[in-house]
T-cell receptor
Framework: KQEVTQIPAALSVPEGENLVLNCSFT??????LQWFRQDPGKGLTSLLL?????REQTSGRLNASLDKSSGRSTLYIAASQPGDSATYLC???????????????FGKGTLLTVNP | EAGVTQFPSHSVIEKGQTVTLRCDPI?????LYWYRRVMGKEIKFLLH????????ESGMPNNRFLAERTGGTYSTLKVQPAELEDSGVYFC??????????????FGPGTRLTVL
């Protein structure tokens, strides 16, 4: 059964700092990995999607890397801003042991607070 | 283009009552998913429709939960009778691509269900 772990559970940083969020998964036979952002009371917004054949994806100040063989991904946020404050979720699709072709398996998320 | 919408945004009911959640996917999206997040836990997959057919309902907790998608458009998720442990946020997602490797799911804002 695929399991996703995110570390740290919460992170508080001053504005302008560069930071890294971590995600690990137990079954490396994934099809893709996705990072989401969730604001309080809102839905999930997809930030970056990395296919299993890719090593990284970049969007603006965000960079996500994927090391499929070791079951790890990182989300790097450069020059953090108060508006980045949210919960960041990692989700994988697939995995030999129980992951269907379509369903996403989520981690619990990292609650990020960027202080002005 | 309108996103995934869910109704109601919040529902408070007493144990033993019935509640029906509704999801309207993005127009033209054949795939529709239900997920749930209970307090302190990760978001978990409940089921997946392709048009009006249930493709995968392996995540449905028990037979008190009934999901339908008549006509392949909107979907309802009924909980009858509701129990305390059903409290949580129910998310709906939809996607267009039937090729599961490149399928990108778009999430709604969720329905927060509180069972007293």
């Amino acid at each position: 059964k695929q399991e996703v772990t995110q570390i740290p559970a919460a992170l508080s940083v001053p504005e302008g700092e560069n930071l890294v969020l971590n995600c690990s998964f137990t079954d490396s036979a994934i099809y893709n990995l996705q990072w989401f952002r969730q604001d309080p009371g809102k839905g999930l917004t997809s930030l970056l999607l990395i296919q299993s054949s890719q090593r990284e994806q970049t969007s603006g100040r965000l960079n996500a890397s994927l090391d499929k063989s070791s079951g790890r991904s990182t989300l790097y946020i450069a020059a953090s801003q108060p508006g980045d404050s949210a919960t960041y979720l990692c989700a994988v699709k697939g995995g030999n042991s129980g992951g269907s072709n379509y369903k996403l398996t989520f981690g619990k998320g990292t609650l990020l607070t960027v202080n002005p | 283009e309108a996103g995934v919408t869910q109704f109601p945004s919040h529902s408070v009911i007493e144990k033993g009552q019935t509640v029906t959640l509704r999801c309207d996917p993005i127009s033209g999206h054949d795939n529709l998913y239900w997920y749930r997040r209970v307090m302190g836990k990760e978001i978990k997959f409940l089921l997946h429709f392709v048009k009006e057919s249930k493709q995968d309902e392996s995540g449905m907790p028990n037979n008190r939960f009934l999901a339908e998608r008549t006509g392949g458009t909107y979907s309802t998720l009924k909980v009858q009778p509701a129990e305390l442990e059903d409290s949580g946020v129910y998310f709906c997602a939809s996607s267009q691509d039937l090729r599961w490797r490149t399928d990108t799911q778009y999430f709604g804002p969720g329905t927060r269900l509180t069972v007293l």
